[in-house]
């Protein structure tokens, strides 16, 4: 099955630097990879996702980058505000439905 | 209602209890799914839904894990003898269609003693 790998487990950075989580996925068949946020105690939120038949998609602060040769695709939030303080779950879908998703990454942003 | 729900949202019970957790996905919405989430891990799948389809049941962990809905309607997932590892927050998704975004629930926290 897909295995999804995400780094790092926890990224600290100051207010108005950018931050930058990476992910690599095993099975070549993944066709869709979504992006959630997730505040302490509340639900997993999407906040940006990518199919493999672009490269790079962009909302506001956010964009995701996608490798497709080399099985990788990357958060990037720039300007980064004390409210994208939370964990970061990437995840890569083959089928259409079944996400796998990586294990998260801990973002915190120092004022 | 606007967005996914779930009950109850939490649940404590001993061990080799039954529980039986709830899902109404958003109104219109024909997938829905079920993830599992252990403390500071990311989601594992566990069943997913898709109209009168036969449903994907391969992340279920165990033949104490059932799920069942109906049409397009409310789901349940219910865990027969449950043990100490069932502890989990138990998230319920769902999506126009199986290939749009999911969305998720505030889940289910499970707390077995």
């Known amino acids: 099955g897909e295995n999804v790998e995400q780094h790092p487990s926890t990224l600290s950075v100051q207010e108005g630097d950018s931050a930058v989580i990476k992910c690599t996925y095993s099975?070549?068949?993944?066709?869709?990879f979504p992006w959630y946020k997730q505040e302490l105690g509340k639900r997993p939120q999407l906040i940006i996702d990518?199919?493999?038949?672009?490269g790079e998609k962009k909302d506001q602060r956010i964009a995701v980058t996608l490798n497709k040769t080399a099985k990788h695709f990357s958060l990037h939030i720039t300007e980064t505000q004390p409210e994208d303080s939370a964990v970061y779950f990437c995840?890569?879908?083959?089928?259409?439905?079944?996400?796998?998703f990586g294990a998260g990454t801990t973002v915190t942003v120092r004022a | 209602g606007a967005g996914v729900s779930q009950s109850p949202s939490n649940k404590v019970t001993e061990k080799g209890k039954d529980v039986e957790l709830r899902c109404d996905p958003i109104?219109?919405?024909?997938?829905l799914y079920w993830y599992r989430q252990r403390l500071g891990q990311g989601l594992e799948f566990l069943i997913y839904?898709?109209?009168?389809?036969?449903?994907?049941k391969s992340g279920l962990p165990s033949d104490r894990f059932s799920a069942e809905r109906t049409g397009e309607s409310v789901s349940t997932l219910t865990i027969q003898r449950t043990q100490q590892e069932d502890s989990a927050v138990y998230l319920c998704?769902?999506?126009?269609?199986?290939?749009?975004?999911?969305?998720f629930g505030d889940g289910t926290r499970l707390s077995i003693l």
């Open positions: 990518i199919r493999s038949n672009v």
């Open positions: 839904f898709q109209g009168n389809s036969a449903p994907d």
């Open positions: 109104s219109g919405h024909t997938a």
């Open positions: 099975d070549s068949a993944s066709n869709y």
């Open positions: 998704a769902s999506s126009l269609w199986r290939d749009q975004p999911q969305h």
């Open positions: 995840a890569a879908s083959s089928n259409d439905y079944k996400l796998s």
